[in-house]
C-alpha cells in the first residue's frame, strides 16, 4: 500500500476518509498563485470495486426505509450546508478561482435542488386506476435502480455533485461521485456534511480519480446508471460506452450559447447583461454567452461601444481581493488552450477590439489570470466561433436580419442556452417557438432553470433523453413497474386469448 502524505486529498468511502491505495496521484492547484496545494489521490479498478460493492451492500436498507425519513437527512443537509457556507465557498474558490459570490451563488443553486427533495414522498407517487378490468386495480410503482455514478466537470464542483446526488439518494439509491480532479474538497466535504445529517455510510462516495477511474466505473457491472456532465467528446464516449453494456444514462456535453440583441433592444441593458453572462467565472460556465448576435450594423456599433466602456471598467484577481468580478482560469493547460484560439481569431481575420493576453496582475504572475477579450467581425466559418473556447472571450457575430441571428443559433452544433433581448413581444415569442435549443432566456441572459425544472440541451450539448433536477430526475434515478391486481382472484377457467379492457 502506498503511504500518502498528509495533504493528499484521498476517497470518502463507507462513511470516513480513507487515503488512496493506488500509487497514481494528481495534483490540485490555487489557480491564483499557480502552485500545488494538494496531491489526489486517482482511483484504480480495485479501489472502483471496493466502493461498488459497498454501495451494493448499503442501498437495499436505505432504501427499505420510508421516503419521509429520506427526505428528511435532506433538509438536514440543506441546514448544515447553510450553516458551513462561508467556508465551503472559500475552499470552492481556492480550487475554482472563481469569486466568493461566485462560489456561494453555485453552492444555493445546488441546495436548491436538495430542498426540492424535501417533497420527495410527493415526487415518489405512482399511479393508480381502480377497476381497470374486472376485479383488477392497476397501478405503478418507482422503485431506485440501485447505484449511480455521477461524474462531474471542474467548473461548478458544488453545484453539478449536488445536482445529482439529493435526487440520487433521496429516491433510494446508492451513489458514487467521482469529481473533477481539478477541485475535489468540496465534494468530499458534501459527502461528510450527508454523513453528519444522518445518511447510512456507503450511500454517498466520493472516488476521486482520472479517465482511468472512470473506464472501470463505467465497466463495473455493480453500477445502474452513470449521470455525466463536462465536455462534448468525453460526452459522446461516456454514452456510447455506458449504454453499451446497458447502464441507464445521461451525459451533457459542452455549449456555445447565442444572445442575439434586436435594434429595438435597451443596449446599456443588454451590455449589462452580456458583461455577467460572458465574463462572470471567467467564462466557465456551460450557460455563459460567448456570442453576441447584434441585429444591424447600427446596433453593433452602438453594443461594441458599451461593451469595450465596460470591459475597461472589470476588475480582475484573487477571490480574496476586494471588488473582484472575475477571477483566473482553472489551469496553464487552460490558459495556454484559450490564448491559442484567441491567436487563432486574430490569424482568422477577427477584429480583436480587446486582448486580454496582456493582462498582467503584480504578484500573481505565476497565477492563471485571462483578462476579458472580446472579437468583433467574426464568421462562423471561423474557429472561434465553431469551438467551445470555455473562457473569457466573447465573439460579436454581426447579422443582418432577425431571421440571419436565428439561423446562426439554430445552426450551431451545440444547443444548451440562448438568450433574445428584444422589447417586441411578437419577435420573442417566435424566437421561443422556433430555436432548436434547450434552454431559452427573453430578457435574461442565463436562462438556468430552477431546481424544479429540468436542465439541459439539445444538439451535440446533451445525449440521453432525462434531464438534471426537476420532476425528470426522479424518472432517471428510478425504475417504473405496473402491477395489476384482482380481488379476489376469480375462477374462470384458462383463457388464450389476449387480455382487453373490454
Ligand atoms: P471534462 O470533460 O474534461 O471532464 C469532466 C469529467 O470527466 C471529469 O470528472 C474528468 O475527470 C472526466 N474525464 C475527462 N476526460 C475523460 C475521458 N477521456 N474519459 C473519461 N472521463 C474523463 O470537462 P471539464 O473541463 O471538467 O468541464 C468543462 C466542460 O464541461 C465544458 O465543455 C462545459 O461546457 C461542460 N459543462 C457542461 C454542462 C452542462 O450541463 N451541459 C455543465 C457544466 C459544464
Same mark, same amino acid.
Given at each position: ?33 499557480? $502552485? ?97 378490468? #374486472? ?66 455510510? =456507503? ?41 453499451? $453494456? =446497458? ?14 440583441v434586436m435594434p429595438d433592444a435597451?443596449i446599456?441593458?443588454a ?23 447584434p441585429v444591424g450594423e447600427a446596433t453593433a456599433d452602438r453594443l ?90 466573447? $465573439?460579436?457575430?454581426r ?45 435574461? #441572459? ?23 433536477? =426537476? ?17 379476489? $382472484? ?13
Amino acid at each position: 500500500m502506498n503511504q500518502l502524505s498528509q495533504n493528499t486529498l484521498g476517497h470518502f468511502l463507507e462513511g470516513k476518509r480513507v487515503p488512496g491505495r493506488s500509487r497514481r496521484t494528481g495534483e490540485v492547484f490555487d489557480p491564483a498563485t499557480g $502552485s500545488v496545494t494538494a496531491r489526489l489521490a486517482l482511483a484504480d479498478a480495485d479501489e472502483v470495486r471496493a466502493a461498488v460493492e459497498s454501495a451494493r451492500k448499503a442501498q437495499p436498507g436505505w432504501a427499505a426505509q420510508n421516503p419521509q425519513r429520506r427526505a428528511r437527512v435532506m433538509m438536514r443537509f440543506v441546514e448544515f450546508v447553510n450553516r458551513d457556507m462561508d467556508r465551503l465557498a472559500e475552499t470552492l474558490s481556492r480550487e475554482h478561482g472563481k469569486t466568493l459570490p461566485d462560489s456561494r451563488g453555485e453552492i444555493q443553486r445546488g441546495l436548491e435542488v436538495a430542498e426540492f427533495m424535501a417533497g420527495l414522498p410527493h415526487l415518489l407517487k405512482g399511479e393508480f386506476t381502480e377497476g381497470a378490468g #374486472p376485479g383488477i386495480d392497476m397501478y405503478s410503482l418507482r422503485q431506485p435502480v440501485g447505484v449511480g455514478v455521477g461524474i462531474t466537470p471542474f467548473n461548478f464542483p458544488a453545484m453539478i455533485p449536488l445536482w445529482m446526488m439529493p435526487p440520487a439518494v433521496a429516491c433510494g439509491n446508492a451513489f458514487i461521485l467521482k469529481p473533477s480532479e481539478r477541485d475535489p474538497s468540496v465534494p468530499l466535504r458534501l459527502a461528510e456534511l450527508m454523513l453528519e445529517a444522518g445518511l447510512p455510510p =456507503g450511500i454517498f462516495q466520493v472516488l476521486n480519480g482520472d479517465r482511468e477511474t472512470v473506464r472501470a466505473l463505467l465497466d463495473d457491472p455493480g453500477i445502474d446508471a452513470i449521470s455525466f456532465v463536462g465536455s462534448t467528446p468525453v460526452a459522446r464516449e461516456i454514452y456510447a460506452r455506458a449504454a453499451a $453494456s =446497458g447502464k441507464r444514462v445521461q451525459s451533457f456535453g459542452g455549449a456555445k450559447n447565442h444572445l442575439v440583441v434586436m435594434p429595438d433592444a435597451d443596449i446599456a441593458v443588454a451590455a449589462d447583461a452580456l458583461m455577467g453572462a460572458a465574463y462572470g467565472s471567467a467564462g466557465e460556465r456551460c450557460m455563459a454567452i460567448s456570442v453576441a448576435v447584434p441585429v444591424g450594423e447600427a446596433t453593433a456599433d452602438r453594443l461594441r461601444h458599451a461593451l469595450v466602456e465596460r470591459i475597461e471598467r472589470l476588475k480582475v484577481g484573487p477571490f480574496f481581493a476586494e471588488d473582484v468580478d472575475m477571477g483566473p482560469v482553472v489551469t496553464r493547460e487552460a490558459h495556454t488552450r484559450i490564448t491559442g484560439l484567441i491567436a487563432r481569431g486574430v490569424e482568422e481575420g477577427a477584429d480583436l477590439a480587446i486582448d486580454g493576453r496582456t493582462l498582467s496582475l503584480q504578484g500573481y504572475e505565476s497565477g492563471f489570470f485571462l483578462g476579458p477579450t472580446l472579437f468583433d467581425r467574426v464568421t462562423r466559418e471561423m474557429d472561434v466561433y465553431r469551438t467551445e473556447i470555455f473562457g473569457p472571450v466573447l $465573439s460579436m457575430v454581426r447579422a443582418k436580419t432577425y431571421e440571419e441571428a436565428l439561423s446562426l443559433a439554430a445552426g450551431h452544433e451545440y444547443g444548451n442556452g440562448v438568450s433574445i433581448f428584444t422589447r417586441d413581444g411578437g419577435v420573442a415569442r417566435d424566437f421561443v417557438s422556433r430555436v432548436p435549443i434547450g434552454m431559452v432566456g427573453v430578457n435574461v #441572459p442565463i436562462p438556468v432553470p430552477l431546481a424544479y425544472y429540468g436542465f439541459g440541451g439539445w444538439k451535440a450539448s446533451a445525449f440521453g433523453d432525462l434531464n438534471q433536477h =426537476g420532476p425528470d430526475s426522479i424518472r432517471f434515478w428510478t425504475r417504473t413497474k405496473t402491477v395489476a391486481t384482482r380481488w379476489p $382472484s376469480a375462477r374462470s377457467g384458462p383463457d388464450f386469448s389476449m387480455p382487453t379492457a373490454r
